[in-house]
């Protein structure tokens, strides 16, 4: 029943234009990302393009994610998945997925810059894998957060706005953290910023404490969903 | 096949559903009926486990809804007031998600086409559903209720926003599934549900105010006989007439039809047919009838009568 939901959320968003215009977004800036950095700075790191893509993936998850809920809301459709005989966790797992899918085929593009420095040189390949999986662990965070957002919203609008000043607020938590004068807080705001965690994926280190915090946050979102879904029901 | 208990739902201080209590027997098909609010598509969306309610059980086949919600659901096919349609996807790619979604265990290609061939879909499989007329979505929602053939179906509204030979058609099609199918099915039209089942239940505020067999509806609620008269004549000398007749127990002027015109309503007792002393008087007064016609109440008045005595009630 998951496969069934899975199937059709990648169904909508490639039957439709906005996997290809979100797509065609990712591609476009990433890419002048590489050739500025790359072949005009003539550097065979992709570090500068991995820390450039961070903001636009801000701006293009909150899209990819806005309309897994609300959309059904709206149209009414949320009736037949919630009187189907499919479980909450297998609604909100095919959504994730499907969502999730959209922006791993996105992060792929960092393989073939890969391949393309290695016409000239050897590329860094163990921080080109890192690094990947750090932003595939921090896209998923954010989606699994988006997904969430769109839950508790009728309007796709909201769901993306609401969800771009989520991810910008995380991005901006260094100097947040800076700005924080007691030492508990700065601690506790510094032990949830994303951005530290995914820091250390861009050295080329699979960062196991990493790993588990945006795993966590997946698990955490998606039960979060699962009771909201679950709650409306009772209201 | 299916038993409600004691259903209520509050949302905040108003009560939608009030203590509903009724079951459905295996193959029969119940007409829920009431007026717009009445409380009708929360009962409908609590047994088929979309809401949940505030206190009360639903039991199908067997299985509590809170307690086993899996079981519940794959014994329903339900089509909500508003038929729950991916709009960018054509009827048959819908209907295979629906169908894999409901984890059907039915040859997948032949199941569909034989769904879309019961409900006349077939030449529109491959459109999409946004380009579909309102009849043909409310079908391909129909469709979807029914894939899996499940044991009960549950059906908000069915007929709302056809037109006249779109319903006639959706009305043979529940008649047709009442055979093999429990169903349960919602309107504001009474006329509909006096014509597809074989049992009616009213609901108003929230609360029942009748369940009878749809035969028994009308003459249990009805009342007296009427009669209604346009007679030519001063008021007062055809009041004076009709008032002596032996049997009449009310006699009431409508309307004005033209000068010396009107329309009388005549109430008299069942057991007397006061039709010949009435010509005869309104004749020796000298005045002239102009149409004479006889009837029991209407299903229509007779609803409207539980419905508003209900309201009455609550002031």
Not at chain 2, 214 to 243: N, P, R, Y
Request: aromatic content about 10%; glycine content about 6%.
């Amino acid at each position: 029943m998951m496969a069934a939901i899975l199937k059709r959320e990648l169904s909508s968003y490639f039957n439709s234009a906005i996997a290809y215009i979100v797509m065609a977004v990712f591609f476009g800036f990433s890419g002048y990302f590489f050739v500025g950095t790359c072949f005009v700075g003539n550097v065979s790191s992709l570090s500068y393009t991995f820390s450039n893509i961070f903001i636009v993936i801000l701006f293009l998850i909150p899209i990819i994610s806005m309309k897994t809920f609300s959309e059904e809301k709206k149209q009414k459709t949320d009736q037949a998945l919630l009187t189907s005989p499919a479980s909450l966790f297998d609604i909100v797992m095919g959504k994730f997925l499907g969502a999730f899918i959209l922006y791993a085929i996105c992060c792929l593009i960092f393989f073939v810059y890969g391949l393309v420095i290695a016409f000239f040189t050897t590329p860094d390949w163990p921080v080109i894998i890192c690094t990947t999986i750090g932003l595939l662990l921090v896209g998923g965070a954010l989606i699994a957060i988006d997904v969430f957002i769109s839950a508790l919203t009728e309007s796709q609008v909201i769901a993306a706005v609401v969800g771009m000043a989520v991810g910008l607020l995380l991005y901006m938590m260094g100097t947040i953290i800076s700005m924080v004068k007691v030492d508990w807080i700065s601690k506790a705001l510094e032990a949830i910023s994303p951005l530290n965690y995914y820091t250390n994926f861009t050295y080329g280190m699979l960062d196991l404490s990493g790993v588990v915090f945006f795993l966590s946050v997946i698990a955490l979102f998606i039960f979060f969903t699962i009771r909201v879904l679950d709650r409306k029901r009772w209201s | 096949m299916v038993e409600v208990k004691n259903l209520t739902k509050r949302y905040g201080k108003t009560t939608a559903v009030d203590d509903i209590s009724f079951t459905v027997e295996s193959g029969e098909v119940l007409g829920f009926l009431g007026p717009n609010g009445a409380g009708k598509s929360t009962t409908m969306n609590i047994i088929t486990g979309y809401i949940s309610s505030s206190s009360g059980t639903v039991t199908v086949d067997g299985a509590e809804i809170l307690q086993d919600p899996k079981a519940v659901k794959s014994k329903i096919g339900y089509l909500p007031e508003i038929p729950p349609l991916y709009v960018e996807m054509t009827v048959r790619k819908y209907l295979e998600f629906m169908f894999n979604l409901k984890k059907v265990k039915l040859p997948k290609a032949e199941h569909i086409d034989e769904v879309m061939r019961l409900v006349k879909i077939t030449d529109v499989s491959e459109r999409l559903i946004k380009n579909l007329s309102k009849g043909y979505r409310q079908r391909v929602g129909f469709a979807q209720a029914l894939l899996g053939n499940p044991p009960v179906l549950i059906l908000d509204e069915p007929t709302v926003g056809l037109d006249p030979k779109q319903i006639i058609e959706i009305r043979k099609l529940i008649r047709s599934l009442g055979k093999k199918h429990t169903v349960i099915f919602s309107s504001h039209v009474l006329s509909e549900v006096s014509a597809t089942c074989d049992r009616i239940i009213v609901i108003s505020n929230g609360k029942i105010v009748a369940d009878a067999k749809t035969e028994e509806l009308s003459s249990s609620i009805s009342g007296d006989e009427k009669l209604s008269l346009d007679i030519e004549g001063a008021q007062s000398t055809v009041l004076g007439a009709l008032k002596v007749i032996p049997g009449v127990l009310k006699i009431r002027k409508t309307r004005d039809i033209s000068e010396d015109v009107s329309r009388y309503i005549v109430e008299y007792k069942k057991e007397i047919d006061i039709r010949k002393n009435v010509f005869n008087a309104v004749a020796s007064a000298d005045c002239v009838i102009l149409n004479m016609q006889s009837g029991n109440e209407t299903l229509e008045e007779s609803f409207l009568k539980l419905v508003s005595e209900d309201q009455r009630g609550e002031v």
